[in-house]
């Protein structure tokens, strides 16, 4: 089997990586319907997150169990099945509450940019469709692996009530999904934060009712301006800079929430300022394992469309290609069929 490795940045080759195999008897091994490049995996391929040895990528994923160790008990060969990048047991206290990501057994899952992936923890991690759903399906189905249910938890971190006035830093496919996960929970105004027409565009079919261009100081001026000086009920945080966090906690009107979902690159925060700000913060890795039966239906039933994100579809084996397109932010987000 081949797959793709990141050598170093810039460098993300194509290559053999021999077969995945039931390892543990709780894995199973699947063969996938269609992968994908995540603009996580663009920190270690801009050298931001150095990289000690040549490392498989990938962690978004879809497609049809091949094999499962003896274990295994919830899912079955020929299930079209959809996970979280994080394995988990689904059963330890941690997963009990809805925080699968820190699961106490959680195991990254890698090497997703390939034809076939071995997933750990397959009962706890894996969620199967009733029927193996239709190829139009497949892209929205791979988004609940993580961007959607990623930006669905932004929403739901941020506290999004009906009526709420939100905002949402971060054009991204995460910041998409944040804005069209902010339009489900009822919110009544919807201010995406893009200087990109495409992505503007996306973002108001998603439900975005407000566009704000500025950033940093000037974006959360731009915020209080269009709130009456308040600023808003909810902002989700999709980036993970200091400035894209700055920017969320000052856009937030006392009383109100961040959620934060961007992994944080050299982000430190002021006690003080927190502390007079009146804002709460709550974020991490979400646990898109919790929201994938929820989400499974609302895609199957045609409610949601989040596969739009993906507006560069590629054969898998040009997965370089991906990463070119998305770090020069040419594509939002790129699909891969094997
Ligand atoms: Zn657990």
């Known amino acids: 089997m081949r797959g793709a490795v990141l050598y170093g940045p810039g460098d993300v080759r194509f290559e053999e990586c021999g077969d995945p195999k039931i390892v543990a008897p709780t894995d199973a091994v699947m063969r996938l319907s269609a992968s994908c490049v995540c603009g996580s995996d663009l920190w270690p391929y801009r050298g931001v997150?150095?990289?000690?040895?040549?490392?498989p990528m990938g962690h978004e994923y879809c497609g049809i169990v091949e094999e499962v160790g003896r274990a295994v008990t919830s899912v079955k060969p020929g299930q079209f099945v959809i996970g979280s990048f994080f394995?988990?047991?689904?059963?330890?206290?941690?997963?009990?509450?809805?925080?699968?990501?820190?699961?106490?057994?959680k195991e990254l899952v890698g090497g997703a940019q390939a034809s076939r992936l071995r997933v750990p923890l397959a009962d706890g991690t894996l969620v199967p469709t009733r029927d193996v759903p239709s190829d139009d399906l497949v892209p929205s189905l791979l988004t609940l692996s993580d961007v959607m249910g990623t930006g669905w938890f932004a929403?739901?971190?941020?506290?999004?009530?009906?009526?709420?006035?939100?905002?949402?830093?971060?054009?991204?496919?995460?910041?998409?999904?944040?804005?069209?996960?902010?339009?489900?929970?009822?919110?009544?105004?919807?201010?995406a934060m893009s200087r990109h027409?495409?992505?503007?565009?996306?973002?108001?079919?998603?439900?975005?009712?407000?566009?704000?261009?500025?950033?940093?100081d000037d974006g959360v001026a731009r915020v209080k301006d269009l709130t009456r000086g308040v600023g808003a009920d909810a902002v989700?945080?999709?980036?993970?800079?200091?400035?894209?966090?700055?920017?969320?906690?000052?856009?937030?009107?006392?009383?109100?929430?961040?959620?934060?979902?961007?992994?944080?690159?050299?982000?430190?925060?002021?006690?003080?300022?927190?502390?007079?700000?009146?804002?709460?913060?709550?974020?991490?890795?979400?646990?898109?394992?919790r929201?994938?039966?929820?989400?499974?239906d609302r895609v199957l039933s045609g409610k949601i469309n989040p596969g739009k994100v993906f507006d560069l579809t590629l054969p898998l084996d040009q997965v370089a290609e991906g990463y070119r397109a998305m770090d020069e932010r040419r594509a939002i987000k790129a699909l891969l069929r094997p």
């Open 155 to 191: 929403a739901e971190a941020a506290n999004v009530k009906p009526g709420m006035t939100v905002a949402v830093v971060g054009d991204g496919a995460v910041g998409l999904l944040g804005v069209l996960s902010a339009k489900l929970m009822g919110a009544e105004r919807i201010i």
């Open 49 to 55: 997150n150095p990289i000690d040895q040549p490392t």
């Open 291 to 296: 929201f994938l039966p929820e989400l499974i």
């Open 236 to 289: 989700l945080e999709c980036v993970g800079t200091q400035e894209s966090m700055m920017q969320a906690i000052r856009s937030t009107r006392p009383g109100g929430s961040v959620g934060y979902v961007g992994v944080p690159h050299g982000v430190a925060l002021d006690g003080e300022e927190l502390f007079f700000s009146h804002v709460r913060l709550h974020g991490g890795p979400a646990p898109v394992r």
């Open 197 to 216: 027409p495409s992505r503007q565009k996306l973002a108001r079919e998603f439900g975005a009712t407000d566009i704000v261009t500025e950033r940093g």
């Open 87 to 105: 394995a988990s047991d689904n059963t330890c206290p941690h997963c009990r509450a809805g925080y699968q990501t820190s699961c106490q057994h």
